[in-house]
């Protein structure tokens, strides 16, 4: 099952050779830390490429002009790190946000053996958003509730950087109780990944 779906993953996306070779090492140790580290749900590492790596490319289908990107609470690099291997050959960097030594260790050692243009931060959100400025995207993937991610972006998102936040079911009650603290320009992308889930794709935000 898990190579049916790396070979889906891969024609869906159009990965190129040297991409594929970055992704399977990413994979391997994954898997590798994930023994010792924990580092995504256990019960979806035998789906990583449908779950984690497809939900991590289609980011990159969302802002194809983009060339910085920033990950918050990147955790194990998904998306982040994950983009950085595949934006590569399209010149894109990408810096991920974690709090967790542990996870920065795994972060740092996986993009160093996939060659990623990865910039790892071992420091809170609120310590480095606004040293930022400027980035083209912000993203973040089951990390935390849509209002707490506005908050944390508002220095980036009131000036013109592009949020893509995936989410599941409860979108809409995400969005509701954003709204009732800031008005937020977005659209909702339907997920390639789950039928059920959407990209809050935001292009300005103000405090109400």
């Known amino acids: ?22 992704l ?5 140790q994954l898997a590798r830390w994930q023994t010792v580290k924990n580092l995504v749900g256990p019960s979806t590492l035998s789906e990583v490429w449908s779950r984690h790596v497809a939900d991590a490319l289609q980011l990159l289908t969302l802002a ?17 790190l994950i983009l950085a291997i595949a934006g590569r050959e399209r010149g894109i960097r990408v810096t991920l946000v974690e709090s967790n ?17 990865a910039a790892i ?3 809170r959100i ?16 089951a ?19 592009m949020g ?19 008005t937020v320009a977005h659209d909702l992308v339907p997920s390639r990944t789950d039928p059920d889930a959407r990209i809050v794709r935001v292009s300005a935000l103000t405090a109400n």
Do not use: H
């Open 24 to 28: 399977d090492t990413y994979v391997a």
């Open 64 to 80: 194809p002009d983009a060339k910085t990107w920033l990950d918050l609470g990147s955790g194990a690099g998904i998306p982040g």
């Open 143 to 161: 990390l935390a509730p849509l209002d707490q991610l506005l908050a944390w972006s508002e220095p980036l998102l009131k000036s013109g950087t």
């Open 126 to 141: 609120e310590g480095v958003i606004a040293t930022l400025a400027g980035t083209d995207v912000v993203c973040a993937r």
């Open 1 to 22: 099952m898990t190579d049916r779906a790396r070979e889906q993953v891969l024609r869906d996306y159009d990965v190129s050779r040297e991409t594929t070779q970055s």
């Open 121 to 123: 931060r071992n420091t």
């Open 101 to 117: 030594a542990r996870k920065c260790a795994f972060l740092t050692e996986a993009a160093r053996l996939t060659g990623a243009p």
């Open 164 to 182: 893509l936040f995936p989410k599941g079911r409860d979108v809409q009650a995400e969005l509701t109780q954003a709204t009732t603290r800031w």
